[in-house]
């Protein structure tokens, strides 16, 4: 998470190589939906192929979990240029009480949204450097 909020999307890509199937050993459930997703997004953010493949498995994985499905559905709005469903997301996060993701999602937003997401991280204290 952390190497993703610094942009460092390959560097995070790298470190969810590990297929699912795989980690189940030292990640399990909710964990999993975590791994998952973020791993969908480091896809995504990396430019990275099989996006689509990994935004519909982290979907079924995912599937019960708010947070974890609303970073599924961040990724999978930010692959498709969909500033909509990047607000969406963040609204999502926002009723989650989920306050970084939420103004993560609008940083990613960009335009408008990005001040306001970046004034949000700050007061939160975990700005961009």
Request: hydrophobic letters at 50%.
């Amino acid at each position: 998470m952390l190497l993703l909020h610094d942009g460092r999307a390959v560097d995070a890509l790298d470190r969810l190589a590990p297929e699912p199937g795989e980690v189940r050993r030292w990640v399990t459930w909710m964990w999993l939906h975590w791994y998952v997703a973020l791993r969908a997004e480091a896809t995504v953010l990396a430019g990275a192929p099989g996006a689509r493949d990994r935004l519909a498995e982290a979907r079924k994985l995912t599937s019960g979990n708010p947070i974890a499905g609303a970073i599924v559905d961040r990724a999978e709005a930010l692959l498709d240029g969909d500033g909509a469903g990047l607000l969406a997301a963040s609204a999502a996060f926002d009723t989650a009480g989920c306050r970084y993701q939420a103004a993560r999602t609008l940083v990613l937003a960009g335009g408008e949204h990005a001040a306001r997401g970046a004034a949000a991280l700050h007061d939160l204290g975990v700005s961009r450097s």
